[in-house]
C-alpha cells in the first residue's frame, strides 16, 4: 500500500508539473520586442508633447512681446531688431564676437556679456550651444537680434547645472561683430 501512495503521489506531481510547459524562447523574443516598441513609443509621444509644450511657449513669447520671429526648420527662431546696412553674413567656420545676453522665456536673466565678457568663437566649431552656431548663421556683421533657443539645442534634459534648468528654450539678445 506504502508503494502504491508512493506511486501514486509521484505520478500527481509529474502530472501537475508537465502542465507548467515553460514558453517557448520565440513567445519571450517577441513579448521582449514589444515591450520594447510600447516603450519607444511612449518616448517619442513625450518628445513629441515636451516639443509642443516649448513650441506654445515661444509662440507665446514672440506674440506677447509683439515680434515676428522667423522659425528655422531646426526649430530655432530669430527676430532681427537692427539690421546691418553692409555686415559680411555668418558662415561656419568664420571667427566671430557677439555681446550677448541670456534669458528664459519668462524674462530671467542668466548671462550676459557685461558679466562675463564679449564671447569670440569659430561658427560650428566651439564650446557653445548649438542652437547659436546654427542661429548666428541666419545674421550678418552688425545685427542685432534674438535668438530663440529650443531646449535640445541650448542645454537639453539637464540643463547648465547653473543657471538653466533642464529642459528650458533659452533667448539670446546678441549684436553680432
Known amino acids: 500500500m506504502k508503494g502504491l501512495l508512493f506511486i501514486c503521489l509521484n505520478s500527481g506531481i509529474l502530472l501537475s508539473s508537465c502542465n507548467e510547459v515553460p514558453a517557448p524562447q520565440e513567445?519571450?523574443?517577441?513579448s521582449m520586442e514589444t515591450n520594447n516598441a510600447q516603450i519607444k513609443r511612449q518616448f517619442i509621444t513625450a518628445n513629441q508633447q515636451l516639443m509642443q509644450k516649448e513650441n506654445d511657449e515661444m509662440d507665446y513669447y514672440a506674440t506677447s512681446h509683439?515680434?515676428?520671429?522667423?522659425?528655422?526648420?531646426?526649430?530655432?527662431?530669430y527676430y532681427v531688431y537692427e539690421t546691418s546696412a553692409q555686415g559680411d553674413s555668418i558662415k561656419n567656420d568664420m571667427v566671430i564676437s557677439m555681446d550677448y545676453s541670456v534669458s528664459l522665456l519668462d524674462?530671467?536673466?542668466?548671462?550676459s556679456s557685461e558679466r562675463e565678457g564679449r564671447r569670440t568663437f569659430k561658427v560650428g566649431q566651439e564650446e557653445i550651444e548649438s542652437g547659436i552656431h546654427k542661429g548666428v548663421q541666419y545674421l550678418k556683421r552688425g545685427d542685432k537680434a534674438l535668438i530663440m533657443i529650443p531646449s535640445p539645442l541650448a542645454?537639453?534634459?539637464?540643463?547648465?547645472?547653473?543657471?538653466?534648468?533642464p529642459q528650458m528654450p533659452i533667448v539670446y539678445d546678441v549684436i553680432i561683430y
Open 66 to 77: 509683439k515680434m515676428a520671429f522667423v522659425r528655422t526648420g531646426s526649430g530655432i527662431r
Open 27 to 30: 513567445s519571450v523574443s517577441q
Open 155 to 165: 542645454h537639453g534634459l539637464l540643463g547648465d547645472f547653473k543657471k538653466i534648468p
Open 107 to 111: 524674462g530671467t536673466l542668466c548671462y
